[in-house]
């Protein structure tokens, strides 16, 4: 069984910059891909940025360039810097990872974007 948790949400002014981390603990296989999605109030879930074990990237049209993904393979850590942050920016940020067919999620935390 695999678990992650979100940490370093919050408040954050508009151009303002946060840094979320995710620990997943258990069995993480080399061949995993990690990731953030975000949900706002009353939309869906979506895609924000993907990373591979080997390091290839993947965002959302809407945050390249203000948004950069990390992984620590060792730690089996994920991270997502957020800078240039926008109001609509402000969601409810979830972890990810894919391995082996199955798929988990963390709880989630809390960004507002907000003067």
């Known amino acids: 069984q695999v678990q992650l948790v979100e940490s370093g949400g919050g408040l954050v002014q508009p151009g303002g910059s946060l840094r979320l981390s995710c620990a997943a603990s258990g069995s993480i296989f080399s061949g995993s891909v990690m990731g953030w999605y975000r949900q706002a109030p009353g939309k869906e879930r979506e895609f924000v940025a993907v990373?591979?074990?080997?390091?290839?990237?993947n965002y959302r049209d809407s945050v390249k360039g203000r948004f950069t993904i990390s992984r620590n393979n060792a730690k089996s850590t994920v991270s997502l810097q957020m800078d240039s942050l926008k109001p609509e920016d402000t969601a409810v940020y979830h972890c990810?990872?894919?391995?082996?067919?199955?798929?988990?999620w963390g709880q989630g935390t809390q960004v507002t974007v907000s003067a």
């Open positions: 990810n990872i894919r391995m082996g067919g199955a798929e988990y």
């Open positions: 990373i591979a074990s080997g390091g290839s990237t």
